[in-house]
C-alpha cells in the first residue's frame, strides 16, 4: 500500500540526518504565512501529484503510482559552501536512489530556479519514486483460515498427524 504522508516523512527523516545545518521539513500547511528563520536556509518538502499506470489483470485493482516530489530549496547566499548551488548538489546525491517505505529508488526529474525574494534564493528540485496502488477489499463473511502449517521435504517422512490420501482414521 502506498500511504503519501510516510513517504514524505522518510524524505524529510532522511535530509534532517544528513542536514543538521538547514532547517528541514514538510512544506507548510499556509506557506503565505511561512518565515524562513534559520540563518542558512531550508528545505522545504512537497508532494506535486502521481500519474498511475494502467490497471494490471488480477482479481483486484492493481497499478504503478509515480509519485512527484518537490524539494524547495531556500538559501540566503548562492555561491558559498551555505549558498543554495552546493546544497542543491548535495541534495541530488542523497535523494537519488532512496527508497522510501513500500517504493523502487527515487530519481531526479528536473530542478529549476524560481525567484530570488527578499535575499533568498530559491530553487526547485523534482523528484519521482514508483510504488503501486491496489485496491482496498473488504473481508468475506467466515472463510476457512489457514490455522497450522506442516512442512515437509520430499525426503522427510509424512507427519504422524497426516495421512496419505484415501486414508482416514476410523
Known sequence: MSATLPILNAFKDRLNAR????????MPENIENYFLAH???GILISYA?????EPRSTAEITQTRKMHIV????????H????????????????TGFEPPNCGKSWLVEEQFEEQQSGVWIYQLVLATQTMQIQQVQAVGSQPRLTTLIGRREEQPLDSRLQPKGQHSQ
Open 19 to 26: 542536514f543538521p545545518d538547514w532547517d528541514v521539513q514538510l
Open 39 to 41: 540563518p542558512n536556509g
Open 49 to 53: 501529484g502521481s500519474t498511475f499506470g
Open 71 to 78: 524539494f524547495t530549496v531556500l538559501s540566503r547566499d548562492l
Open 80 to 95: 558559498n559552501d551555505f549558498g543554495a548551488l552546493q546544497l542543491l548538489d548535495d541534495l541530488r546525491l542523497e535523494v
